[in-house]
């Protein structure tokens, strides 16, 4: 991997729409792909207009682009999310990044991780401690990348799939 410094990173805008869904369908094509009893057929729009722009004006909700030589190349999506007090756990909040995605086109220039650091520099300016995600075993490409930069496995959620 390698930096490169024609990358900017800056947060999406309303007018964004289509790039972002089009880098936001390729995860929804990995899952269905390799979890399809799980996730249905990746449809057209993955959300509509008015979702991704609720999504812009909420306060807890950061949507990330990078572009790389004048494509936008990437994409982050996180939220704020609250824990409520139940009996055996405290109230916390905390980040949680649900999608990051990269254009193959423009994998391996860093682009992932400067999305990342950028998400991470949110959460330290609010205050939040706690930087959670959720990814599928298969994507052995995203356990490695998120274990090189600093995240660890707290808990496992384990299935069994049963014959009738």
Same mark, same amino acid.
């Given at each position: 991997? /390698? ?6 990173? /800056? *947060?999406?805008? =309303? %007018? ?14 990995? !899952?269905? #792909? ?7 057929? *990746? ?8 979702? /991704?722009? =609720?999504?812009?004006?909420?306060? $807890? ?8 030589? %004048? !494509? ?8 704020? @999310? !609250?824990?409520? $007090?139940?009996? !055996? #756990? @405290? *109230? ?39 930087? %959670?995600?959720?990814?599928? #075993?298969? $994507? #052995? ?6 274990? @090189? ?16």
């Amino acid at each position: 991997m /390698f930096s490169d410094m024609s990358i900017s990173i /800056f *947060p999406a805008h =309303k %007018e964004n729409y289509n790039d972002f869904v089009s880098l936001y369908q390729d995860v929804d094509w990995l !899952h269905k #792909t390799n979890v399809s009893r799980k996730f249905c057929e *990746p449809t057209d729009s993955v959300f509509s207009q008015d979702e /991704f722009n =609720k999504r812009i004006d909420d306060p $807890n909700t950061l949507l990330l682009l990078a572009q790389r030589d %004048e !494509h936008i190349a990437g994409i982050l999506w996180w939220y704020i @999310k !609250h824990a409520d $007090n139940k009996v !055996h #756990t @405290k *109230p916390r909040k905390r980040f949680h990044i649900d999608t990051v995605s990269v254009d193959h086109n423009h994998q391996y220039h860093g682009i992932a991780t400067l999305l990342l650091q950028r998400a991470e520099q949110r959460a330290k300016k609010q205050h939040l401690r706690e930087v %959670e995600l959720n990814m599928y #075993t298969f $994507n #052995t490409a995203a356990v490695w990348f998120y274990q @090189k930069n600093g995240y660890t496995a707290f808990s496992q959620k384990m299935k069994k799939e049963l014959a009738w």
